[in-house]
């Protein structure tokens, strides 16, 4: 079973502050990503990883960066938190090279920032 | 990525078999079919994938016509703890940055 871990599951921030997300994937996959999920806007993509060291700009990468420097882990960085970034924070990963793009998801992380 | 189209709701019974129909009119000849669940408050959960006729896990069936412009997706003997918003998706990794495009989903409620 793929198992994909985020350091927290809710957490409150407040304005300014530089907020750091851990994911952590236990299958060796090659690539992983960051969303975030809002109601009414789907799954929007941050920031992608194909490798160790390797990102990619998604969606809405825009006050967001990433940091991959080791293959299980994936760490999202909020440079200095605003209130629009209030959402659920998804992290999923994915084997390189696979035909039918399966992701596994962490749980998520709520962050409210006040 | 092919557009789907799944009902937004759907209620059950406890202990009755719930099908879920998702349509994609436009899949493609690459694109695998992939069913999500996902409990409020918690990501979502891969359940089932399929390119075509008939795949079953010990969570769900399958369903896919040979024209694989629909699939269906089947929940033996729905409990309580089914209730979930279920996605439907279409599609294939097409490069480093494929993202998943979820719809609105179809809500199941389960009850007694």
């Known amino acids: 079973d793929v198992k994909v871990t985020q350091s927290s599951r809710y957490l409150v921030k407040r304005t300014g502050e530089k907020v750091f997300l851990e994911c952590v994937q236990d299958?060796?996959?090659?690539?992983m990503f960051w969303y975030r999920q809002d109601p009414g806007l789907g799954l929007r993509l941050i920031y992608f990883?194909?490798?160790?060291?390797?990102?990619e700009k998604g969606d809405i990468p825009e006050g967001y960066s990433v940091s991959r420097e080791k293959k299980e882990r994936f760490s999202l960085i909020l440079e200095s938190a605003s209130t629009n970034q209030t959402s659920m924070y998804l992290c999923?990963?994915?084997?390189?090279?696979?035909?039918?793009?399966?992701?596994?998801f962490g749980p998520g992380t709520r962050l409210t920032v006040l | 990525l092919a557009k789907t189209t799944q009902p937004i709701s759907m209620d059950s019974y406890e202990g009755q078999e719930v099908n879920i129909t998702c349509s994609h009119n436009n899949i493609a000849t690459n694109d695998y079919i992939t069913w999500y669940q996902q409990f409020p408050s918690q990501g979502p959960r891969f359940i089932i994938q399929?390119?075509?006729t008939k795949v079953t896990n010990e969570v769900a069936s399958l369903f896919i016509p040979a024209d694989r412009k629909s699939s269906t997706l089947s929940l033996p003997r729905v409990s309580l703890s089914d209730t979930a918003v279920y996605y439907c998706?279409?599609?294939?990794?097409?490069?480093?940055?494929?993202?998943?495009?979820f719809g609105t989903g179809t809500r199941l409620q389960v009850t007694l």
């Open positions: 399929g390119y075509k």
């Open positions: 998706l279409v599609g294939r990794n097409t490069g480093t940055a494929s993202k998943l495009t």
């Open positions: 990883s194909y490798d160790v060291k390797m990102k």
């Open positions: 999923a990963s994915r084997q390189q090279g696979t035909i039918a793009n399966t992701q596994y």
């Open positions: 299958m060796d996959h090659e690539n």
